[in-house]
């Protein structure tokens, strides 16, 4: 399988190649040249494997560059019930009212990227040991892929990490987790402004040529096409989990940011999983909301970014997005590029026209969730299913309820666990929220960050500054 951009412009790549590029040499961001097709017995033999087999029957059919027994060390040494509380890696609870959800966070940092990012972990030291090569990973964070790349990549010989978080932005928890890591490759920075500031200065270093090639510039952010192939394996695990056979067909309800746990979602559709719907749950910050319900894609300014109590969807600018639009406009990539040269003047964009296509053909559907309504689904959900709900499930969970119609099963995506979360599960249910062995006292340890303004200049110095 080879990889091409989103913007048209790249000569094909190799699996190996895209996980060590980040962004595309033309700014867009890679995928595979077709979506490889999944048949009724290929779906009927995949149904009853195990999440590490499951995991490598799907990856093989991308990563066509990897020796297939490497491939499956790979996803063997990955997805353990050490690593992920239990052999399901991820199982499914049912509501009082029938919905589903598929958990995505019991991994070690307890937030549903853990799935992705570890297996990322395992495949950059892969990759890195065979070429005898080193990566500086500068990545972008709202709150939660910031601590999963750390734990994933903390004290590896081969790969530094800088990570960039909204300063003051993220919950105390959040904080507390990245910032408390003393391992030397971990380097953590936090800017005065909001996840989209950060994630454009990521794209704006690796957008600069000269130093991503001296600096030796990766990234673990959805950009990186091995995150979102890793999350299309959840798709097929929660399917056949949810469902008794391959003739039944599943919405996914999915918590939105940044687009690229959905793209995922949208990915296993296009390979022939039978997903129904896949329901786009935003906050407060409903530009992805906008877009399916109006076809008119209107990203906002750091200052139009509301901080909310699910932070980590604190997010105007959704990077994944451009995989979609890619797929919607016929994979054409001078007209994506034309698309993005709107979006960076901050002008966006209006395919309206294309609605019809967005709902019937790709299954899109949306809804959003404000402070009150998560507080009142954690309530409700306490109180009839003695289940505590992190504030990005919350939402996930209300936009589900509203959106779902009559004989609609729906998995909604748990994107993290309550404990990361605390003040928001104290104002809903007057108590703390459970927390998982190991993160006693984290609050209270010393912390190591830098705080910068938001400057891509000003991060490259620290970069040069650190690696000198
Ligand atoms: C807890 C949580 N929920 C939801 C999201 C949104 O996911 P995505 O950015 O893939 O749309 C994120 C961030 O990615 C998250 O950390
Ligand atoms: N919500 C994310 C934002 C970054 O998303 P990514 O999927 O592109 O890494 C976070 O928690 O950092």
Redesign the pocket.
Known sequence: MKYISTRGAMAPLEFSDTVLMGLAPDGGLALPERYPQVDRATLDAWRALPYPELAFEILRLYATDIPEDDLKALTTRTYTAAVFGSAAITPVKTLHDGVKILELSNGPTL?F?DMAMQLLGNLFEYVLQKRGERLNILGAT????GSAAEYALRGKANVNVFMLSPAGKMSVFQRAQMYSLTDENIHNIAVRGMFDDCQDIVKAVQNDHAFKEAYRIGTVN?INWARVVAQVVYYFAGYFNATANNDEKLSFCV????????CAGHIARQMGLPIDRLIVATNENDVLDEFFRTGVYRPRSTAETFVTSSP??D?SKASNFERFVFDLVGRDGAEVARLWRAVDAGVGFDLSARLADVRERFGFVSGASSHADRLATIRQIDAEDSVVLDP?TADGVKVAREVRIPGETVLCLE??LPAKFAETIREALDREPPRPAGFDGIEDLPQRVVEVDADAATVKSLIAHALA
């Open positions: 937030a990227k709202s709150g939660d892929t959805s918590p939105s940011g940044n687009f690229g746990n959905v980590s969807m997010i990005h994107t993290a």
